[in-house]
């Protein structure tokens, strides 16, 4: 009897020890489903471009790596969760968690952030999104992204003309033109220059150009590589007239509701840190998509300083002022201020 006692009670343990167990492995699982975090990542790069692999694969990698394994990102090139001009809406709707765009896709909502964008404020990739970054660090343009959680800003080297078939030397050259511009920004130059701009995103530029409908485009030589556009651009006049801009942008909720470790490893993997690299991404590719061109037996102007060019500076230089007086028309009476400081910060970022 006191043998069969024992015995049950060792069973009874092994039964207890078993459910504890089963309940301790069930608690882990659960505790890290709770604790992994899967951030959906939104852009219209391809898929296959060292911008997306160099940049965005690599933030995410970073990202996962910081924190610990807890956070995951999955990448949607290609416009495979929002369209290039949707793309900042879908962060602050939920549809993505990051967004990564222009700012001039959605015309007219961050208009101080733009002034980046005009002629003389920035040289190459690197000093622009130096220039942008320390605007946006030093509160002068945060205001226009209250509605997520910035992560870092960058852009362009600056953007030239390359067209077809018209070998373009002065701005009478481009009388007539249909020629892509990637902001309203750009768009209003060009018109100042004789060209008839129209607006549609990058991606969609190599049909439109193959198709006839457009003459050309305003692009930095990046853009040229990662888009093929070499391929039916013969004819490049390299008057740099703009720089494009762009944010990497979280959405405000999602960043909420990261645990502090994850916040963290959010918050190592942004701010300047983040836009010089994206600037010297850009730069490699800029002077490879020149050399691609060089190698082509492509026909390359140069005009370096525009501003102080007979032929060039005055529809440049009316770029510029309409585009401040503006925004100054719409009560942003601090448009002056901030083109200033970024000719400020434009001297400190290429000191760096």
């Known amino acids: 009897m006191a043998s069969f006692e024992i015995t049950r009670g060792i069973n009874a343990m092994k039964r207890t020890l078993t459910c504890m167990l089963t309940l301790s492995l069930t608690a882990a699982a659960v505790s890290t489903a709770q604790a992994e975090t899967t951030l959906r990542m939104s852009h219209f790069w ?3 471009s ?24 999955e990448n949607y090139p290609s416009q495979t969760l929002s369209q290039a001009d949707e793309t900042y809406e879908a962060v602050t709707n939920g549809i993505a968690d990051i967004g990564i765009t222009a700012q001039g896709y959605t015309n007219g909502r961050f208009p101080l952030s733009q002034i980046v964008e005009l002629p003389g404020v920035a040289s190459s990739a690197p000093e622009g999104a130096c220039v942008l ?25 600056p953007g030239y003309i390359h067209t077809r078939e018209t070998d373009v030397q002065t701005p009478s050259d481009l009388e007539g033109l249909r020629m892509r511009r990637p902001t309203a920004v750009a768009g209003n130059i060009l018109d100042n220059m004789g060209a008839e701009p129209v607006g549609m995103p990058a991606p969609e530029i190599y049909t439109s150009m193959q198709r006839g409908v457009l003459d050309g485009l305003s692009f930095p030589w990046e853009g040229m590589k990662t888009f093929r556009l070499n391929e039916l651009a013969e004819y490049h006049t390299q008057v ?4 494009l801009i762009f944010v990497a942008t979280m959405s405000q909720s999602t960043y909420d509701s990261l645990s502090p470790e994850q916040q963290k490893a959010i918050d190592e993997n942004s701010g300047m840190k983040w836009a010089d690299n994206a600037g010297e991404v850009f730069a490699s590719i ?52 901030v083109y200033y400081a970024a000719l400020e910060a434009r001297k400190s970022c290429s000191a760096e």
């Open 50 to 73: 060292a911008i997306n692999k160099q940049i965005f694969d690599a933030w995410a990698e970073q990202v996962e790596k910081d924190s610990n394994g807890e956070l995951k990102v």
């Open 46 to 48: 391809p898929g296959a």
């Open 286 to 337: 800029d002077a490879a998509g020149k050399k691609e061109a060089e190698e082509a037996g492509h026909t390359i102007r140069v005009i370096d300083n525009p501003l102080e060019d007979s032929a060039w500076q005055k529809p440049l230089k009316a770029g510029i002022d309409k585009y401040l007086g503006d925004l100054e028309s719409r009560g942003l009476d601090q448009a002056r201020d």
């Open 133 to 157: 970054q320390t605007l946006y660090d030093d509160g002068q343009i945060a205001s226009e992204y209250d509605d997520t959680h910035v992560l870092f800003m960058f852009t362009t080297g």
């Open 240 to 243: 740099p007239f703009y720089t």
